[in-house]
Structure formats: C-alpha cells, structure tokens
C-alpha cells in the first residue's frame, strides 16, 4: 500500500492522460471506475494492474482489494477527485489492461456497429446484445471508443460477458460471408424489407449504423439483405440504441 496526497502527483497526471484515446492506444491500459465494474473485470479475470482507494474506498473495499492481492494506492480526496471524471468519486479506480485480441471464431450471432459515435448508444447497444445472448460485437471506424469512460459506464459490465473488438468493417463482413453468415444491413428504403419478415438463422450479422446518416453505403453494398422498422407516427426516425432492442430480439426470437 503506498499513499498519495496532491492532485498534482506525477502519478496522478499520467493517469490522468487515460481519459484521452490516444494516451489509451499508447498504453494499452485504460482506466475503470466503480466496485461494481471492477468486481466484474477480477470476475472476467481481466490483468488489473492497480487500484486506488480514497477513505471511503478504503472502508468499503480495502479487505476485497486485498483479497485479490491487488497492488494499491490510497489517495486523499483532492487526488481521487483530480483522477476520477464523475462529479462525486466513487471511492474506487482501477488501472486495467486493454484485451486487444481477434477472434477465431465467427459463427453465432454477431452485431457490427458502423461510425456510432454517442457513447450512451453504443453502452446501451452492447448491454442489449449481453442480455440477449449475441456472441460477439464488431466496433467499426469511427464508433465510439469502448474504452472511454462514459462508454464503459453505460455498458454496466456487459463488455465482460460478450467479447467487443474492433475492425475494418469491410473486412469483418468478409469473414463472415467466408462461413455462410446471414449479413443484415438496416436502411430505409423501397428494397429493403420490414424486419417482421426475417426468418431466424442460427448465424447472422446485424449492422446498425450512424445517429444520423445510417449505415454507410459500401457497407450496405455488402449485405445480404437490408432491414427497416416500420414508423407509424410522425417521428423522423428511432434513436440507433432503441432500433438495436427491437432489431436484435426480433432476430433471436
């Protein structure tokens, strides 16, 4: 156990830098916020290289911490305060390694998210997949970062239970059609259908695209069919998070 006083700790500011894509991508490591997101990465057996504890964290977690023989840090409320992004600390961070891996196996039930960039979205459309059992999840270009904080706090722990990667598209797609997935694009348009007449298969890839613009269109090229949700009302379109609910337990049941 060692203790950190100032905000201005050395330490603190390299951790700090976490907060920013770029420092993440350099580092490989990221950092997570709360008992209940850190207790499901030492559930998930995730490479927790260190914790840091205020004195209500210290109350709380300490004998947990311990436990799991994680080396930590006691910080004072100005450095916790200085390191954490949310209004009222938690009491708990971790500094945990990115799992950047590929995967080996493509068949099941797979979602690609294409230049989805709300962090609340893309949190809420990986926790939709988690309860609905989808095998895996694709973040194109341009998606948000699953590492950010604001993404990691809106997918709830779910990105422990389903394994998030990110990819080209394009290519992604082509490792599926290689072993006879269904590729299912979303548009609005006259040759697509309504998703009311999907058959179910056991192997298929939903790609649901940008807030605003949808799916981009080399992408759409590659589908095999095009789905829609049909709008009774006067609203313009579905909020992309909503669509992926009605859309993913539509094609599982």
């Given at each position: 156990?060692?203790?950190?006083?100032?905000?201005?700790?050395?330490?603190?500011?390299?951790?700090?830098?976490?907060?920013?894509?770029?420092?993440?991508?350099?580092?490989?490591?990221?950092?997570?916020?709360?008992?209940?997101?850190?207790?499901?990465?030492?559930?998930?057996?995730?490479?927790?290289?260190?914790?840091?504890?205020?004195?209500?964290?210290m109350d709380l977690w300490q004998?947990?911490?311990?436990?799991?023989?994680?080396?930590?840090?006691?910080?004072?409320?100005?450095?916790?305060?200085?390191?954490?992004?949310?209004?009222?600390?938690?009491?708990?961070?971790?500094?945990?390694?990115?799992?950047?891996?590929?995967?080996?196996?493509?068949?099941?039930?797979?979602?690609?998210?294409?230049?989805?960039?709300?962090?609340?979205?893309?949190?809420?459309?990986?926790?939709?997949?988690d309860a609905a059992g989808f095998?895996?999840?694709?973040?194109?270009?341009?998606?948000?970062?699953?590492?950010?904080?604001?993404?990691?706090?809106?997918?709830?722990?779910?990105?422990?239970?389903?394994?998030?990667?990110?990819?080209?598209?394009?290519?992604?797609?082509?490792?599926?059609?290689?072993?006879?997935?269904?590729?299912?694009?979303?548009?609005?348009?006259?040759?697509?259908?309504?998703?009311?007449?999907?058959?179910?298969?056991?192997?298929?890839?939903?790609?649901?695209?940008?807030?605003?613009?949808?799916?981009?269109?080399?992408?759409?090229?590659l589908t095999n069919q095009n789905?829609?949700?049909?709008?009774?009302?006067?609203?313009?379109?579905?909020?992309?998070?909503?669509?992926?609910?009605?859309?993913?337990?539509?094609?599982?049941?």
């Amino acid at each position: 156990m060692r203790e950190i006083q100032a905000a201005k700790n050395n330490k603190i500011k390299k951790l700090k830098k976490l907060h920013q894509r770029k420092y993440r991508n350099q580092s490989e490591d990221y950092l997570l916020e709360g008992y209940h997101l850190i207790e499901e990465a030492a559930k998930a057996h995730a490479n927790i290289k260190e914790v840091f504890l205020d004195k209500r964290g210290m109350d709380l977690w300490q004998d947990w911490v311990e436990h799991h023989q994680f080396t930590y840090y006691v910080l004072s409320d100005e450095a916790m305060k200085s390191l954490s992004e949310q209004p009222t600390p938690q009491g708990i961070i971790a500094l945990v390694q990115k799992a950047n891996n590929y995967p080996s196996d493509f068949s099941g039930k797979w979602l690609l998210l294409d230049n989805v960039q709300d962090p609340g979205n893309v949190g809420t459309i990986v926790r939709t997949a988690d309860a609905a059992g989808f095998d895996g999840i694709f973040l194109g270009e341009g998606t948000a970062d699953k590492y950010s904080p604001k993404v990691l706090r809106s997918m709830q722990g779910s990105q422990f239970h389903l394994p998030i990667f990110s990819g080209e598209l394009t290519e992604v797609i082509a490792e599926f059609q290689s072993i006879g997935s269904k590729i299912y694009g979303t548009k609005l348009d006259p040759e697509a259908i309504s998703y009311k007449e999907v058959e179910t298969k056991d192997n298929f890839v939903l790609i649901l695209g940008n807030e605003g613009q949808g799916v981009a269109e080399n992408i759409l090229q590659l589908t095999n069919q095009n789905l829609y949700i049909p709008i009774y009302g006067d609203a313009e379109s579905l909020n992309v998070g909503v669509a992926a609910g009605i859309l993913i337990y539509a094609l599982i049941s």
